[in-house]
């Protein structure tokens, strides 16, 4: 049984939430909170297995909050935020303060839909029932040695779901300008999110970092985002191609599409990164990396939130290196220096 305490400050939505958990026999809600500083005092109470938060809240918000209790009470949190830009940023704030992940509101703060993501709701507290917080704290390494010119061309693709913002951010923050010929992450992401997502990694990283557009190329120094909603592809001229075609594993964009298009299309060397996530994204596309002659690395279980998608990597047969996240950077620096 999964103890949850919801908090928001709408009477609505708690009532909802409550009567959205309720539908799942494996579930209980403890309580409910409807300010920040009650969500700490029933956290320390309660002890719930897992927390919905708001993102807004007057009086002390939902950031400061998760901060408060993963400092204090460390329980795995999923932001509950309204899509709009100002929610966005929050909610990344909310995630680098320790939350684990995020359930879009449909339609506004108050949410008279929200009932539409309740399948997503509920799969999501289940995930974070799971959650590993035991993370490691300690940054990812410093660079040690130098990036040796090459005239290879080489493609990094790195993929994340629950736990992966975090994740990205790190890795990004650290990957040297001159290291690959182009970036892409795919991060399990709405639309609307991915955006805000990227311009937040582009304040913290050496490199350039943009939410992929149609017709984008691959550049030396820019990492690409995969927008939320759509799927992404390279052409033959190494460009940018977007599209709707039905989600993969449930999800879109699929981390297993671009990598399998990555490998029919990118003449280089690739080297393809499975982080945190739940489910098995990737496990498809490393088969064809892996037999174009590219390197798979995926995320250790100590480290990832949840190791759903580097174990299923693992299972294929097909990872060269498992590595902690503070390792992962200086092995792709050796990669790329021994091409």
Not at 86 to 93: N, R
Request: net charge positive; aromatic share 4%.
């Amino acid at each position: 049984m999964t103890d949850v305490l919801i908090v928001d400050d709408s009477a609505f939505m708690r009532k909802t939430l409550a009567d959205i958990l309720a539908r799942d026999p494996s579930i209980n809600v403890i309580g409910t909170a409807s300010s920040g500083n009650e969500a700490i005092e029933k956290t320390y109470l309660l002890r719930p297995d897992v927390i919905t938060m708001d993102v807004e809240m007057p009086g002390m918000d939902g950031i400061t909050a998760v901060r408060r209790i993963m400092d204090e009470d460390p329980t795995p949190i999923i932001m509950v935020s309204a899509h709009t830009k100002k929610g966005a940023q929050k909610t990344f704030e909310a995630l680098e303060a320790g939350a684990i992940d995020f359930v879009e509101k449909p339609g506004g703060t108050v949410s008279l839909n929200i009932r539409e993501v309740s399948q997503d709701i509920l799969k999501k507290v289940k995930i974070a029932a799971r959650a590993n917080l035991q993370i490691a704290k300690r940054d990812v390494e410093l660079i040690r040695s130098p990036v040796t010119a090459t005239d290879m061309k080489t493609l990094i693709i790195a993929a994340a779901s629950t736990g992966g913002p975090r994740t990205i951010k790190l890795l990004l923050s650290h990957l040297p300008p001159d290291l690959a010929s182009g970036i892409i992450v795919i991060q399990h992401m709405p639309e609307g999110f991915t955006d805000a997502f990227a311009k937040r990694l582009n304040k913290h990283c050496k490199i350039e970092v943009k939410e992929a557009s149609e017709g984008d190329h691959l550049k030396k120094g820019e990492a690409l985002i995969a927008p939320g909603g759509f799927h992404l592809e390279l052409d033959k001229n190494n460009r940018i191609k977007l599209n709707k075609r039905p989600p993969l594993h449930g999800i879109r964009p699929s981390a297993d599409i671009t990598m399998n298009s990555a490998s029919k299309f990118f003449n280089g060397f690739m080297i393809a990164i499975i982080l945190t996530g739940m489910g098995r994204d990737g496990s498809i596309g490393i088969r064809s990396v892996k037999r174009k002659g590219g390197i798979i690395i995926v995320q250790d279980s100590e480290t990832s939130v949840v190791f759903g998608m580097p174990k299923a990597a693992i299972n294929t047969g097909y990872v060269d290196f498992v590595l902690p996240l503070e390792k992962i950077v200086n092995k792709i620096v050796d990669i790329v220096n021994n091409v």
